[in-house]
């Protein structure tokens, strides 16, 4: 694995520090899971039978940053990177053929908007909605960890069995 480079979340603050401070650092785990691999290694889907690649859980995660803070939290009209060929459908872990550099970029590109509203928010009480259900910004930021935590679990796999890299 490459050298341990990410910032720790704080032992000590504020509920909204910690929060962004554990979001910042899985997202971190991320990047260092992808680092240092090709693009076809990216691509690979080493767990069979499963066809879950770590291209993919960046674009997916991408979508996520992209879904709950633009769309649910600012209601802004913010339409898929990777639609499927079907209204309501995404395509983010179809990979074959997707371009990493644009994905790492897309995916950098949400965190830092993602970071941006938080920053900017009056407090963890305001709230968005998708559909009849309403989310205060301290919802999502949980959720947020559980869905980075829960897929860098499958990234560790992944990782390991590309290239036997083992660790945090």
Known sequence: MPEDTRDKPPQVGGERASLSGFLQYQRETLAMKCAGLTGAQLREAAVPPSDLTLLGLVRHLAEVERSWFRRVLNDEVAPPHWPGPNPGEFAEFDVADADTEEAFRIWREECARSRATVEA??????????????????????????????????????RERIDGARGE
Do not use: W
């Open 121 to 158: 928010a009056e407090s963890l009480d305001v709230t968005g909605s998708y559909g009849e259900e309403v989310f205060s910004l301290r919802y999502i930021l949980t959720h947020l960890i559980e869905e980075y935590a829960r897929h860098n679990g499958q990234a560790d796999l992944l």
